[in-house]
C-alpha cells in the first residue's frame, strides 16, 4: 500500500470515527443525563433524611447550640442542593421545549416548501404528459400507415421493384427520409419518457417525505405538550422548595441571632447565596486591573569616575551606569497583623461551615473598634453593600507569600470606612471602624485572605499569616 493510500484509508477512518462519535441518538443523551440527575436526588435525600433524624435527636432543647445550628445549617444546604437540581432539570426541560419548538417550525417549513414541490412536479408531469399524449399518437399513426401500405416487409424487396434506375434511387432517398423521420420520432417518445419517469420519482419521493415530515411535526407537538406539562410541574416544585429553604433558613438565623446574643461570638447570617458572592469576585477582580501596580525596574546609578595617566595627567570624569540586582530579603514577605487590634480571638474560623471563607473577630458588641491594614498595601476597593460583606475593604499588598504569590486581603461589615480606592497604607495604619453592616448577626471583623488571586476561590485560613 503506497503512502497516498494509506492517507486515504486514514482519512475515511477518522470520517467513520467522528460519524460514530456523534451517531447517538438525542433521547439516549437525554436518558443519560436523567439517570444522573435521578442518582443526586437520591443521595441528596438519603442525607436530607440523615440531617432531619439529627435534628429530631437533638430535641427542641438543644435548638439554640451550635451543634442544632450547625445540623439546620446543613439541612438548608441539602435543600438549596435540591433546589438546584430542580432548576437544572427546569433548564434541560426547556432547552428540550425550545428545540422541539425551532423543530416544530422547521416542519412547517419544511412542509410549505415540499407542497410547492410536489404542485410544481405535479404540473410538470402533466405538461409532459400532455407532450407525451401528441408525440406518441404520431408515433402510431405512423406505424400504422408503415403497416398499411405494405412497408413491413423487405427495405430490400422495396427497392428491387422499382422499374428502373430513376425509380430506384427516388425509394432509396424516401426510404432514408421516412427512417430518419422514424428514428427521430422513436427518439423522441423515449426522451418524454424517461422524463416523465423521472419527474414521477421525484414526485414519489416528495410525497414520501412530505408523509414523513407531517409524522414528525406530529411526534414533535406532542412532545413539546408533553414537556411543557413537565416544566410546570417543575417549576412549581421549585417554588415550593424555595419556599421550604426561606422558611428554614428564618428559623436558623433566629436560633442563630439569639445563640451569638448569649454568646457575644458575633459572625455572619448562613443565607449569602452564591450570586452575591460572584458579583463581590467581579467587583474586586474589576478594582484589580483598575490599580494595577505599575511595572518594576531595575534600579541604575551613575558613577563619574576620573582616570590618571602614566603621566600624571588626568582625563575628564566619564559617566558609567552601574546596574544592581538585589534579592528579595525576609522583608519582602507578607507578615500580617491582626486586622482588629483590639480582639485577636478567632471567634468563627475558617471553614467553620461550608462558604465561610475567612475567619471572624467579634468586638462582643462594642462598635466602632479601630480596624487596621494586615500589611502595607495599595487599597483597591471600597465599596458600600447593605446586604452579604456590608461596607468591605480589599487591599492588594506590596509583598508577596515566600514563593511569590500575590496576596489580598479583605475587611467587611464596617461601620465606617476612613480610606479611599487607590490609596497606599502602611502596616497596622487604620483603615475603618468596625460595625455590624450586610449579612452580620452583630459587630465583628471579618477578615479574609486570598493568595494567588482576587477571588473567593483564592481563599486561605488567615491563621497560616496571622502572629
Known amino acids: 500500500m503506497n503512502k497516498k493510500r494509506t492517507v486515504k484509508v486514514f482519512a475515511l477512518m477518522m470520517v467513520f470515527c467522528l460519524l460514530f462519535s456523534f451517531s447517538k441518538p438525542f433521547p439516549a443523551v437525554i436518558a443519560a443525563e436523567t439517570s444522573a440527575l435521578e442518582e443526586q436526588k437520591a443521595e441528596l435525600e438519603k442525607k436530607l433524611k440523615e440531617t432531619e433524624e439529627k435534628l429530631e435527636k437533638l430535641g427542641d432543647e438543644s435548638k439554640e447550640t451550635e451543634e442544632y445550628i450547625a445540623a439546620l445549617d446543613e439541612k438548608i444546604s441539602y435543600l438549596s442542593k435540591q433546589y438546584k437540581l430542580a432548576k437544572q432539570e427546569a433548564e434541560n426541560i426547556e432547552k428540550r421545549v425550545t428545540s422541539l419548538e425551532s423543530n416544530i417550525k422547521s416542519n412547517e417549513s ?23 399524449s401528441s408525440t406518441y399518437d404520431d408515433y402510431c399513426k405512423r406505424i400504422r400507415a408503415i403497416y398499411i401500405s405494405g412497408q413491413s416487409g423487405s427495405k430490400l424487396s422495396f427497392l428491387l421493384t ?30 418524454q419518457t424517461e422524463k416523465i419517469m423521472t419527474v414521477k420519482t421525484k414526485l414519489d419521493e416528495k410525497n414520501k417525505k412530505l408523509i414523513s415530515t407531517q409524522k414528525e411535526l406530529k411526534t414533535n407537538e406532542k412532545n413539546l405538550k408533553s414537556e411543557r406539562v413537565s416544566l410546570l410541574k417543575k417549576q412549581e416544585d421549585m417554588a415550593s422548595r424555595q419556599a421550604e429553604i426561606e422558611k428554614q433558613q428564618l428559623d436558623a438565623n433566629k436560633l442563630l441571632k439569639e445563640l ?57 570624569p566619564e559617566d558609567k551606569t552601574t546596574t544592581t540586582t538585589t534579592k528579595a530579603s525576609s522583608s519582602k514577605y507578607i507578615k500580617l497583623t491582626y486586622p482588629c487590634p483590639k480582639y485577636t480571638t478567632i471567634t468563627c474560623a475558617f471553614g467553620a461551615y461550608e462558604g465561610h471563607s ?26 458600600i453593600l447593605e446586604y452579604s460583606y456590608g461596607h468591605y475593604i480589599v487591599i492588594r499588598h506590596d509583598k508577596t507569600t515566600s514563593s511569590g504569590e500575590p496576596v489580598y486581603t479583605l475587611y467587611a461589615h464596617n461601620n465606617d470606612i476612613i480610606v479611599s480606592e487607590g490609596a497606599y497604607v502602611k502596616k497596622g495604619q487604620q483603615i475603618a471602624y468596625s460595625g455590624t453592616t450586610g449579612n452580620s448577626t452583630g459587630p465583628h471583623c471579618h477578615f479574609e485572605v486570598r493568595v494567588g488571586g482576587s477571588r473567593q476561590a483564592n ?9
Open 260 to 316: 451569638h446574643n448569649k454568646t457575644k461570638k458575633y459572625g455572619e447570617f448562613r443565607d449569602i447565596t452564591q450570586e452575591e458572592l460572584d458579583e463581590i469576585d467581579a467587583d474586586i477582580e474589576a478594582a484589580d486591573k483598575k490599580y494595577a501596580p505599575p511595572p518594576t525596574t531595575n534600579t541604575t546609578t551613575k558613577k563619574k569616575t576620573t582616570t590618571t595617566t602614566q603621566k600624571g595627567d588626568t582625563t575628564k
Open 110 to 132: 419544511e412542509l410549505v416548501s415540499i407542497k410547492d414541490e410536489i404542485k410544481t412536479l405535479e404540473h410538470n408531469i402533466k405538461t409532459l404528459n400532455k407532450e407525451f
Open 162 to 191: 422499382s422499374d428502373g434506375l430513376s425509380n430506384l434511387l427516388t425509394r432509396y432517398q424516401m426510404i432514408s427520409a421516412v427512417s430518419k423521420q422514424d428514428g427521430e420520432l422513436l427518439e423522441s417518445v423515449k426522451d
Open 459 to 467: 481563599a486561605v485560613n488567615p491563621e497560616i499569616y496571622l502572629p
Open 358 to 383: 475567612g475567619c471572624d473577630f467579634s468586638t462582643r458588641g462594642n462598635v466602632n473598634q479601630k480596624i487596621v491594614a494586615a500589611e502595607s498595601g495599595t487599597v483597591i476597593l471600597v465599596k
